[in-house]
Every structure is written in structure tokens, then in C-alpha cells.
């Protein structure tokens, strides 16, 4: 698996966030995105995801242009920015409901998630009583829980405490020996730089490799 980020920008209103890009994510990799936040790290991911059409250029997915072609891509698992879920509903229930639309999963596979990031003990707290963290383990859990082929997690460390932070690392690790492609973005850097195979710094709307 290849995706491909070729001459692209992104504007809104008249202000460029991203100018030319070009990238290449491949499987078998951890890639890290750094920068502050505004620098246009949440922007390309929503790109890559199918969220925001490129203003100019393309996104490649095995040279296919799901975007062009009005398709999402597939075998994404993503988190992105804030993780939202229904309020009334348990951890356990929202992951339920999510993974009622494909129906790929089991609801061991389900609370075999749930035990990876830390959570299975408050999955039946409704959402609306969750911390910080709790919710985003579950914007976590939500993201890896369908075997996806690549992942995409923005700040997935924020508001997770250390134990379950390196947790997560472990974790990540071995869905990269699965030949995954595995697109982490953070605003610090520490939570990056050692994770990571390959780390993007993004400044000025631009990218350069630090790693």
C-alpha cells in the first residue's frame, strides 16, 4: 500500500494553510506529523481521509484518486481533532453502533479493543460521564478496532496518562509489523519523535523531513 500526496495545497477564504506538498506514506511504516497547532497537520489528514478536497493537486492511493472519483478511501481507521460520540450512550454502545455499519466485528473483537487501550473497565459509563482521556481512548479505540489498513491518529496521546500512553506505543508497534501504514500528528514532539520511522515537521505551510 502506497498513498501518494502529490503538488498539493489546500486555501480557505484566500489563506493558504498548505502549499504544494508532496509526500509518500508506505506500508510497513509509523510516520510522525509535528508542528504547532494551526500548521495544517489536521488539514492534510482530513484530505487523506476524504473530508477536504485538495485545492490543488492530488492524493493517491495506489494510484487511485478516491477523492476525484467523490469516493472515500478505503481501510482507514481515523481520529481526528476532538473525538465526538453520542452522550447518552456507554463506551461499549458507541463502538456497538459504529461497528453495526459494516458489520466486520465481533463483540469480543470489540472488548479486545477496549482491553488494548485501557478502557474496558468504564465501557459501560455513558460517554457524557467520560474524562479527557477516556474519550480518547475511545476515539482511539474506534479507529483500530476494524483491522484497518492504515491509521490515522491526530493528538492521540492527549489527556492519556503514561501508563496507557505507552500502551498505545506497544500497540502501535505491532500494527506496523501487520504492513501497516500508521500517520500519527501531534503538536509535541516528544510524543512523536521516538515512534515514529519517519517524522514530518510542519511550518509556514510547508513540510519538511526532520527524521
Known sequence: MKIQIKNVSKSFKKIN??????????????????GR??????VLLKMICGFYT??????????VNYIKN???????????????FLPDLTGYQNLELLASIQ??????????????????EEKNKKYSNYSL????????AQALMEDPKIIIL???FNGIENETAQKLRNLLVEEKKKDKIIILASH?????????DIVYEFDNNNVKKIN
Open 154 to 156: 491526530d493528538e492521540p
Open 70 to 84: 467523490k469516493e472515500f478511501p478505503k481501510n482507514v481507521g481515523a481520529l481526528i481533532e476532538s473525538p465526538s
Open 188 to 196: 509535541i514532539k516528544d510524543d512523536i519523535i521516538n515512534l515514529a
Open 17 to 34: 494553510v498548505l502549499d504544494n506538498i508532496n509526500l509518500t506514506f508506505e506500508s510497513g511504516k509509523i510516520y510522525g506529523l509535528i
Open 133 to 140: 482521556g477516556m474519550k480518547q481512548k475511545l476515539g482511539v
Open 103 to 120: 458489520s466486520k466485528i465481533s463483540d469480543n473483537e470489540i472488548n479486545d479493543i477496549l482491553k488494548k487501550v485501557n478502557l474496558f
Open 54 to 63: 485538495p485545492s490543488s493537486g492530488e492524493i493517491l492511493f495506489d494510484n
Open 37 to 42: 497547532n494551526g500548521s495544517g497537520k489536521s
